[in-house]
């Protein structure tokens, strides 16, 4: 079974600098998708940028880009000149891109909570 | 495009009732997952659907649960009777199609049972 982890439970970061957080996951897999999903405290689940393992450049959405390292089984994210509404519960979750069996389910890491300081 | 669209947002009873939660997927979306949230387990799989069926409840806690998808616009969570541990943040997401990767979610419920 594959797993996701998310070693760090707790970030922090200065509005406008650069944060990145880590991810790593365990899979036999050759084919699969990353995401990363952000939880604000209104509680909604937002889809912050995905990446195709058979896809080598690195994804990117905005100020949000990913290091995607598929050797070493690691995916972290980096938010660029942070910002206040980036404060939120960040989740790297894994799902296998082959069809049949289980493979619709998303395996999710605990999470890391982003506190940004003004 | 509306989203995922969920009812009730916040729902407290007291142990015992009958709990029923509700979603809309995104239009011509055919796979719909209802997903718990908790402090201690985090986000979990309660059942998924595809084509309105039920392909795996493996995850439903127990037969207290039980989940229906009359059509391809609405779906049911309920619990009876409801206790308290099974307070906790209900998310139900939906996905084009069954392997389609991206699962859009809803606002979420969240359950309080006294």
């Known amino acids: 079974a594959q797993t996701v982890t998310q070693s760090q439970p707790e970030m922090s970061v200065q509005e406008a600098e650069t944060v990145t957080l880590s991810c790593t996951y365990d899979t036999s897999e050759s084919d699969y998708y990353l995401f990363w999903y952000k939880q604000p405290p209104s509680r909604q689940m937002i889809l912050v940028i995905r990446q195709e393992a058979y896809k080598q450049q690195n994804a990117t959405e905005n100020r949000f ?9 690691s995916f972290s994210l980096k938010i660029s ?3 206040l509404g980036d404060a939120a519960m960040y ?6 891109a082959w069809g049949g069996g289980s493979n619709y389910k998303l395996t999710f890491g605990k999470g890391t909570l982003l ?3 003004p | 495009d509306a989203g995922v669209i969920q009812s009730p947002r916040h729902e407290v009873t007291e142990m015992g009732q009958e ?3 509700r979603c809309k997927p995104i239009s011509g979306h055919n796979s719909l997952f209802w997903y718990r949230q908790t402090m201690m387990r985090g ?17 439903m806690p127990e037969d207290r649960f039980s989940a229906k998808m009359p059509n391809a616009s609405f779906s049911t969570l309920k ?6 541990r099974d307070s906790a943040v209900y998310f139900c997401a939906s996905t084009l199609g069954q392997f389609t990767d991206t699962q859009y979610f809803g606002p979420g419920t969240r359950l309080t049972v006294l």
């Open chain 1, 91 to 96: 989740f790297c979750a894994y799902r296998s």
């Open chain 2, 79 to 84: 619990i009876q009777p409801s206790e308290p």
């Open chain 2, 19 to 21: 709990v029923t939660l």
């Open chain 2, 43 to 59: 986000l979990e799989l309660l059942i998924y659907f595809n084509n309105n069926v039920p392909i795996d409840d493996s995850g």
């Open chain 1, 81 to 83: 000149d942070s910002q």
């Open chain 1, 65 to 73: 880009s990913v290091n995607f390292q598929k050797a070493a089984k």
């Open chain 1, 115 to 117: 506190t940004v300081n």
